[in-house]
T-cell receptor, first 114, second 112 residues
Framework: AQSVTQLDSHVSVSEGTPVLLRCNYS??????LFWYVQHPNKGLQLLLK??????LVKGINGFEAEFKKSETSFHLTKPSAHMSDAAEYFC????????????FGTGTKLQVIP | DAGVTQSPTHLIKTRGQQVTLRCSPK?????VSWYQQALGQGPQFIFQ???????QRGNFPDRFSGHQFPNYSSELNVNALLLGDSALYLC???????????FGQGTRLTVV
């Protein structure tokens, strides 16, 4: 069994300040983990993925995430928020390598205040 | 490369009717997955097709069925529509054993 918990449904930051979106997972296998972003009326776009290589994963648009097995966490961070980062972010777990029966978190809506 | 394309973008159906949604995968991708995203929720996995067969299925009733064609495009069929089937339906394509999937923009289904 697997599950994903996104700890915050809404996060609000000021432009230029750091972003932290929290994700905890549960998986019976060595998981693959992903972060996706969804802008309004748009499809989902992959930000980054962890697949048992380096635990610190760098993605697009300055985002990165660190896989911490001991804490079963995969938090998403960005040093400086931009207005264009305002969107909904989903943490996703897959049981193993390959895009299989994935489980999405409930999402975190990021608001960026000018 | 057109990426993943879905049609139609929006549609409205009446309770009890049937609906078919369509998906063309990204060029070179042979695996298609379907998701239901209710308002304010994360996407829920419906099923995945590879080599024209359903390979994985989520926790959805048999009213939800699908098909994959030899050109890898796919259809999602929902019978006996319920109000609760109103959602954004997303299609994603990938290659087997590859960890990245590409999503279409979705079909917004409203059941009245």
């Amino acid at each position: 069994a697997q599950s994903v918990t996104q700890l915050d449904s809404h996060v609000s930051v000021s432009e230029g300040t750091p972003v932290l979106l929290r994700c905890n997972y549960s998986s019976s296998y060595s998981p693959s983990l992903f972060w996706y972003v969804q802008h309004p009326n748009k499809g989902l776009q992959l930000l980054l993925k962890y697949t048992s290589a380096a635990t610190l994963v760098k993605g697009i648009n300055g985002f990165e995430a660190e896989f911490k097995k001991s804490e079963t966490s995969f938090h998403l961070t960005k040093p400086s928020a931009h207005m264009s980062d305002a969107a909904e972010y989903f943490c996703v777990v897959s049981p193993s390598g390959g895009y299989q029966k994935v489980t999405f978190g409930t999402g975190t809506k990021l608001q960026v205040i000018p | 490369d057109a990426g993943v394309t879905q049609s139609p973008t929006h549609l409205i159906k009446t309770r009890g009717q049937q609906v078919t949604l369509r998906c063309s995968p990204k060029s070179g991708h042979d695996t298609v997955s379907w998701y239901q995203q209710a308002l304010g929720q994360g996407p829920q996995f419906i099923f995945q097709y590879y080599e024209e067969e359903e390979r994985q299925r989520g926790n959805f009733p048999d009213r939800f069925s699908g098909h994959q064609f030899p050109n890898y495009s796919s259809e999602l069929n929902v019978n006996a529509l319920l109000l609760g089937d109103s959602a954004l339906y997303l299609c994603a394509s990938s290659l087997p054993g590859v960890t990245e999937a590409f999503f279409g923009q979705g079909t917004r289904l409203t059941v009245v």
